[in-house]
């Protein structure tokens, strides 16, 4: 089952951020990920949701993310994207393929 990581993130320090961004491309690719939606613009539709720099990434599964996630070179850059932007992040099962 693919497995998603979603993100609404507000960016307080674009440097900091930057340096996380350029490298989790590679990281994210290296394992099988892909980011569905990074950016762009976005506006609410219903209710009071406030964004900010939205993201959804898709894994093959949760042991890739996993595997992804606890790797020394993402361990290595959760600081840069800490230190440059505040917010929330989930990981979310997808749907199963005979649902």
């Avoid at 350029?22 to 099988?32: L, P, S, T, W």
């Avoid at 613009?41 to 993310?65: C, K, Q």
Wanted: zero cysteines; hydrophobic letters at 40%; aromatic letters at 12%.
């Amino acid at each position: 089952m693919k497995i998603y990581v979603i993100g609404n993130l507000e960016i307080t320090d674009m440097d900091q951020f930057m340096i996380y961004s350029k490298r989790v491309r590679e990281i994210v690719r290296d394992f099988g990920g892909r980011f569905l939606v990074r950016g762009g613009n976005n506006y609410a539709i219903e209710g009071n949701w406030e964004t900010h720099r939205l993201i959804v990434i898709e894994f093959p599964d949760r042991p890739t993310y996993d595997a992804m996630f606890n790797s020394e070179a993402y361990q290595s850059i959760i600081p840069y994207r800490q230190a440059g932007s505040r917010g929330s992040l989930v990981v979310v099962d997808g749907v199963a393929d005979d649902a």
